[in-house]
């Protein structure tokens, strides 16, 4: 093995980790080498790793408990439970229902009271252009809003749905009515701290259906808000995939877009292993996801 070594990638994030042979097991220095370039770039690149998926799982697991992604059965892979395809090639001699998984800026299974950690993907396959994936740093988008702002987001909580997963609209209507019935609307708070730096950022993305306590229209232009901030192009990077390229992210302080910019006849072939996060959510229970205003101007109506 050479000298590990870390190469800044973009202003925001992004750190290009060389030197490094991820197919065997890792030392107790790398691993700290790694961990510590993870939480100063949040996004890692190692390139030039063609693991099997039993080298990414065990590879991955370096880093913490795996996802065996239960609230996303379809999607596994069929010998390793541990891995989720995200591939536009054909499953069954169906086409693939992740192929155009991730169009909008998301974290991983935020839809659910255990939001991933971290992921792995793994690009095994791809057309000769596009398929870029951008990622942008939450602690940024939170630090840069005014106190006030800051300061009204700390004692909110988000309604995230699994519902609003772009594109899901196309998918099989039976697997998608389970995996509706897996994944209850849940509510998170939308500024968390970091439990390894400390430093707060925004749980956000654009499967939001509003703030608890709050109505649907007051919620949309404040969520548009902040989803537009989030994404503004300083605080993000965008990685062109080479087969080969492993990327591990914080989801705790980022999030995530696969751009549709390719050939959609090519093959687009990535496995991703999730780190299982701190239970962090909540589900709703019965309570109304967000308040309703028919309501709300009939109690008007019934006091005055
Ligand atoms: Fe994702």
Redesign the pocket.
Known sequence: MGQLTVRQLGFALGGEVTGIDLRGPLNDLARRQVLEAWHKHLVLVFPGQDLSAAQQIAFSRNFGELEDNESLPYYRDPAHKEILLVTNKPLGGKPSETRN??RNW?A?LTYTPRPAKG?LLLCKEKPAVGGDTMWANLYLAYETLSATMRDFLDRLEAIHDFSLVKGIEKRDPEKVAELRRLNPPVAHAVVKAHPETGRKSLCLGQRIRGFVGMTEEESAPILAFLNEHAASYEFTYRHRWSVGDIVMWDNRCTQ?V?LPDFDQTRIRHMMRCSLLGDPSGRLLDGEPAVEDKETLLQTLAAVS
């Open positions: 998984t991730g998301h991983d992921s995530h696969a």
